[in-house]
């Protein structure tokens, strides 16, 4: 298992402006992930971040709306630029378990309110 | 396209009742696990399950892969308010993949 720390864990921001959410895991990880689950919904995958090449985006997520930092193995960040309500969120951070079955960890999220 | 779909979406039941969620898909899937989620937390995850046909107990929770490896079912016997949470089942589809798809999710609602 693996222990992953997320902050801030909530925020209320301004339309228009930009959050940095920060993950730090306490144990080396090749691929870190960033998730988001609107209210009551269930997790849909923003992006995979590698350290040392650029992060890898599903569809419907982009670099300019979602631009991640993975400056070494053990922590990642992921900014929500130009927010709108409807990026009203919680955002989690996710690391894979070292078994081959693709077990995820996650740390508690952030819950991002946009006013 | 959500390919694992869960159900029931909601469930409300008193304590000492038993409970099943269901997981299905019409993909196969390598490996199925299935995380657990309480207010404010991120999903923890209960169990994998690899093998068609496979059978886990966590104590009160029974978890089975179906033999085709498409589906999972979660049977929770004589619930209590603990055990209420968001379930979600999520699936690899290859073995060594980074990537888990996630089911749509079961809330269930536990009352003493």
């Known amino acids: 298992s693996a222990v992953i720390s997320q902050k801030p864990s909530r925020d209320i921001c301004q339309r228009g402006t930009s959050l940095t959410i920060q993950c730090q895991v306490d144990?080396?990880?090749?691929?870190m992930f960033w998730y988001r689950q609107q209210p009551g919904q269930s997790l849909t995958l923003i992006a995979t971040?590698?350290?040392?090449?650029?992060?890898?985006?599903e569809s419907g997520f982009v670099i300019d709306k979602f631009p991640i930092s993975r400056p070494n193995l053990t922590f990642s960040t992921l900014t929500v630029s130009n927010m709108s309500p409807e990026d009203s969120s919680i955002y989690l951070c996710s690391v894979e378990g070292r078994g081959m079955n693709t077990e995820a960890f996650f740390g508690q999220g952030t819950r991002l309110t946009v006013v | 396209t959500q390919l694992l779909e869960q159900s029931p979406q909601f469930l409300s039941i008193q304590e000492g009742e038993n409970l099943t969620v269901y997981c299905n898909s019409s993909?196969?899937?390598?490996?199925l696990q299935w995380y657990r989620q309480e207010p404010g937390e991120g999903p923890v995850l209960l169990v994998t399950v690899v093998t068609g046909g496979e059978v886990k107990k966590l104590k009160r929770l029974t978890f089975q892969f179906g033999d085709a490896r498409k589906d999972s079912s979660l049977h929770i016997t004589a619930a209590q308010p603990g055990d209420t949470g968001l379930y979600l089942c999520a699936g690899s589809k290859t073995y060594n993949t980074d990537k888990l798809i996630f089911g749509t999710g079961t809330r269930l609602q536990v009352f003493p």
């Open positions: 144990s080396q990880v090749t691929m």
């Open positions: 993909s196969v899937f390598s490996s």
């Open positions: 971040a590698n350290q040392g090449s650029e992060a890898t985006y």
